[in-house]
Every structure is written in structure tokens, then in C-alpha cells.
């Protein structure tokens, strides 16, 4: 109800032009640089070099608006969609999407999680289901943003996360989201967890990199 409030007094404006009703519009999405996405196992259609997506990604961590969350989890969505394009259509049946899980505390200060918003924004794009309970989060930790080596990163989600096993892995196909790939330790951490409860892939997808 209080998102839905803030929406109303707060209309989206693209982060780009401040125009339109769109977080990000199509002409501004149009020139934002496209990332290199040298991991095949993470991919990212935006970058956040740019300052029109950094502030886009503020507004959706931050901002309290349900509103910019969906516009955001369309577009990854649509780019997700594309990107597997040839396997969804085969059989989505063993597809299962899954976001990166924030702790209890988080989420109470936060009062959402961004990541699951854009998974449900994928969802609903590539009409995989998502399971918001499989990756569970055992600790806090220090946001990975303020962790500055590579080293420092592992060692702080290191155990961090748990899967709850009253739901099955072996065999199935995982999709991971997040909103944003810096060294790609959180979904390279949950990636292995899942292999190693018998998943058959683990794709991760971020919406900037």
C-alpha cells in the first residue's frame, strides 16, 4: 500500500532524460554502452558504468517504488527471454529461477528484496516459475559493495548461504538473478552450492555488470 502511494506521488521519470514514464526509456536504453560479458556463466544486458543505470539500480534498491522494480524486471526479463531463447522453447518444465536471498535484517530494514522483484520480472517474460525459498540466506554479512579485493568478497559469503532441502536440485536447470555483477562471488557461491546438491546448469543473470 505505501509503495503504491509512493508511485503515485512520485511518478517514474526515465533516469536517463528525466522524460517519459519509463525508469529507463527506450531511447536512452538504446544508448546505454552494452557490457562485455566475458563470463559465460553470468550475463548482464546493461552497464553500470553508465550513470543513467546507476541511478536506475539506486532507485530500485532504495527507492521504495514497485513501480520502477517491474519496469527494470521486464527488461531483464526480455533479456533473458532472448538469450535462452532456444532452450525455454524446447521445455521450461526443468527451469526453475532463483534470486540471490538477503538476510532477515536486510530485508526488515529494506522491506523487500530487489533481487527477487527482477527475478519475478523474468518470470514473467519467460514464463519460468521462480522458487523464493530454495537459496536461503544463514548469515549476515557486510554488503559486498564495501569489500574491496576479491579475496575479501569470498571470504565474506563464504558459507553464507544455505539450500532448503525440502525442495528438489537434482537434475533441474537453475537460473540465478541479481541486480549487479561486480567480481561475480554471490552467484558463483550459489552456483556451487546448487551443483553440489545435483543441479544439471546454473546460468546466472544480473541486470548490470
Sequence with gaps: MWKKLLDLLFPIRCAGCAKGTSILCAKCLTNIPRPINELFDIQAPLSYQDKAVAKAIWKLKYGQSSATGELLGDIL??????????????????????????SRKRIQM???????????????????????????KTKETPPQVSLKSRKERLRNLRGAF??????????????????????????????????????????GYTLAH
Excluded: C, W
Design 77 to 102: 526479463g526480455e533479456f533473458v527471454l532472448d538469450d535462452l531463447s532456444e532452450m525455454i522453447l524446447l521445455d521450461i518444465s526443468n527451469y526453475i529461477i532463483v534470486h540471490v536471498p538477503l
Design 110 to 136: 529494506r522491506g523487500y528484496n530487489q533481487a527477487l522483484i527482477l527475478a519475478m520480472g523474468v518470470s514473467r517474460k519467460t514464463g519460468i516459475s521462480i522458487n523464493a525459498n530454495l537459496v536461503v
Design 162 to 203: 544455505a539450500i532448503n532441502e525440502a525442495y528438489q536440485v537434482p537434475g533441474k536447470f537453475f537460473i540465478v538473478i541479481d541486480d549487479v555483477h561486480t567480481t561475480g562471488t554471490t552467484i558463483r557461491e550459489i552456483s556451487n552450492l546448487l551443483f553440489g546438491y545435483g543441479a544439471k546448469n546454473v546460468q
